[in-house]
């Protein structure tokens, strides 16, 4: 009995060692599953997860180029911003350490985490921006706390500085953020979310040059995502730096004259097409683009009825009024139908099938011929040549000078302007063509549209012998330590057709608008310097027969635009400029004194093209309707 007993009880302790043994067996194989799994399937993943936890790629931005004026004059430039950003894996638990952060930037904690919500989808190693160029107070705040805000760093970056505020804002343009589409569009390889780019003028057209190559830096962290070391850096390359071909004290000069207006005025250089100064009014504050603009700022430029989002002087479409009566001049001389002894008698009006054509001047001009025609910007004279002309014949000449087409300046967006013909209307309207409508089209009025910068494009031709040169806005590119890697050059796009008899008999009418003693500008007549040009007035809206009142008693947009297109001097021409003022009434008393203001400051100053060469070779060492 006794020997059976032991028996048992070691049959029992053979059977429970067996099923520890099996139980540490089964825990050790799952063990050992484990680690071959985490070794071999999974070891790449967590190694991964590993240099992630320990080393961090950063990306260093590349400098902008700057730009410069003609006279190596710095117009836009880089300043520090202090940038707010959080990694989301170091900032746990994230919203205990955004409510403290959004206290030391006196914002609310609900703002910076709508921008983290925003931001779905970036690995949560990437550090997402919560606030740009912070003030000193709080980059003080977050620097003193810093140990109790992990995930929280502060990145030094520069941002775009346009030193001169509303200066040349529609020629320079902005920068602002990438947006989802540009970037999945293909157009901005390298370029990623939170990145500015050109969005307006020569910053966009010039992007390629400017924008530079982006470096990076791989650096190891601690446990709160805090750089220790910086194991490896590739520098940013810097962007090329841009020299603009606008002189900044001619363009700053512009921008003042046209304050409290609206309107546009171009200046060009007649003898290579280069712009001098191109300014809209109202104009606006880059720097809101670049620092960030609040949502009332953006409704305010939206809002405003004066359009200072529009470039005017490249997409502003007006009747160009008394301006165009150069464009009948010249093809009236070229097809013969009128010569130097032509006159036509102007008594005030002139009746056409059963309508009265009136002339600004009431009491008429008398006998006229071309010169005097266009110095006192006779209407009369005007709608008889038109009237033999046919509306066709001088859409044919209006289009050879360069009006209804763009002038392909670098700036993007720009108008196209209107010249009419009797089959543009039929296609347009389905109406035929009526007679009379060609005589309102000889004075610039009818459908005829033109941009300011067609203008002064067709006055540097007149003004240089008939050569259209397209209107550029960049002069040479540099690197960033001043080595010349561009220089642009003049490009001839077309010649006005006009014979040299046809052109000096223009020029001689043009001289007097402002030397003789009735032409319509004389009044901005100077000493020293000769001015040869043309007054415009152009109608916004058709008067009525019963229509009494004066154009000062009419609602203000309801009033005359005013032109005046010049060059100076009137030998040797330097200068060329278009002036438009949006319901000025008169060309010349409200656009005339802004040109010859630009003229004298641009003359007076000596800036010529050929003093604007040398530094270059410096940065290389180194009340009329008419």
């Not at 970056?157 to 529609?170: C, E, G, I, P």
């Not at 809209?280 to 960030?292: E, I, L, M, T, V």
């Not at 008594?347 to 009265?356: A, E, M, S």
Request: net charge positive.
């Amino acid at each position: 009995m006794d020997k059976y007993l032991k028996t048992a009880d070691s049959d029992w302790y053979k059977q429970r060692i067996t099923g520890v043994m099996i139980c540490v067996m089964v825990a050790f194989t799952v063990l050992l599953l484990r680690l071959l799994y985490l070794q071999i399937v999974m070891g790449e993943d967590y190694l991964v997860l590993s240099l992630n936890n320990r080393i961090r790629l950063q990306s260093i931005d590349p400098p902008r180029g700057l730009i410069y004026d003609r006279n190596n004059q710095v117009l836009v430039e880089n300043r520090p911003s202090f940038d707010v950003t959080i990694t989301i894996k170091d900032a746990r638990p994230v919203e205990q350490t955004i409510s403290k952060l959004a206290d030391y930037l006196d914002a609310p904690a609900e703002e910076l985490l709508q921008k983290l919500s925003s931001s779905k989808g970036i690995s949560a190693y990437k550090p997402i921006l919560l606030q740009q160029d912070i003030g000193r107070n709080a980059l003080a705040a977050i620097e003193a706390h810093k140990y109790d805000l992990p995930g929280i760093a502060i990145n030094v970056k520069l941002l775009r500085h346009y030193l001169n505020v509303k200066d040349a804002a529609h020629l320079i343009g902005y920068l602002s953020e990438i947006s989802a589409a540009e970037l999945a569009g293909g157009k901005y390889p390298g370029r990623r979310g939170g990145d500015f780019i050109g969005k307006f003028g020569a910053e966009k057209a010039f992007e390629k040059y400017l924008q530079g190559t982006r470096g990076g830096r791989q650096v190891e962290v601690n446990a709160n995502g805090r750089v220790v070391r910086i194991l490896k850096t590739v520098e940013a390359k810097p962007g090329q730096n841009i020299h603009l071909t606008i002189d900044h004290d001619l363009q700053k000069k512009t921008e003042s004259l046209l304050q409290g207006v609206a309107g546009a005025a171009v200046a060009m250089d007649p003898g290579s097409g280069r712009i001098l100064a191109l300014a809209s009014s109202p104009s606006f504050d880059q720097n809101y683009f670049a620092s960030g603009m609040s949502h009332e700022q953006w409704d305010a430029l939206k809002s405003n009825p004066f359009r200072p989002m529009e470039n005017k002087a490249i997409q502003g479409e007006y009747p160009p009024g008394s301006t165009y009566k150069i464009i009948t001049a010249l093809a009236a001389l070229e097809e013969g139908v009128i010569d130097a002894s032509t006159e036509f008698f102007c008594p005030g009006y002139h009746r056409f099938g059963n309508r009265i054509y009136r002339c600004w001047k009431g009491g008429g001009h008398g006998n006229v011929d071309i010169i005097k025609a266009l110095a006192q910007s006779c209407d009369v004279y005007f709608y008889q040549v038109g009237q033999l002309l046919g509306v066709d014949r001088l859409a044919w000449y209006a289009k050879a000078s360069g009006l209804g087409s763009r002038t392909g300046i670098n700036l993007g967006k720009e108008g196209r302007g209107l010249i009419p013909t009797a089959d543009w209307k039929k296609k347009r309207t389905g109406i035929p063509w009526q007679r009379g409508e060609t005589l309102s089209v000889a004075i610039g009025q009818g459908f005829n549209l033109a941009t300011p910068l067609q203008m002064v494009d067709l006055t540097s031709a007149i003004a240089n012998g008939g050569t259209r040169y397209k209107p550029i806005i960049l002069d040479f590119i540099t690197t960033a330590d001043g080595r010349i890697v561009y220089q642009n050059e003049p490009q001839v796009i077309g010649k006005v057709p006009l014979s040299a008899p046809s052109l000096e008999l223009v020029r001689k009418g043009l001289w007097e608008v402002v030397n003789g003693d009735k032409g319509t500008a004389r009044s901005i007549r100077l000493a020293d310097i000769e001015i040869s040009g043309k007054t415009g007035t152009s109608q916004v809206i058709s008067r009525k027969k019963n229509d009494t009142r004066s154009e000062a008693e009419r609602p203000a947009h309801l009033r005359p635009h005013a032109w005046f297109i010049a060059y100076a001097p009137s030998v040797a021409p330097e200068i060329a400029v278009a002036v438009l003022v949006e319901h000025g009434e008169h060309g010349s008393s409200a656009a005339a004194p802004i040109a010859a203001e630009l003229i004298k400051t641009f003359l007076r100053a000596g800036r010529s093209i050929d003093r604007a060469a040398k530094g270059q070779d410096r940065v290389a060492q180194s009340g009329e309707s008419g």
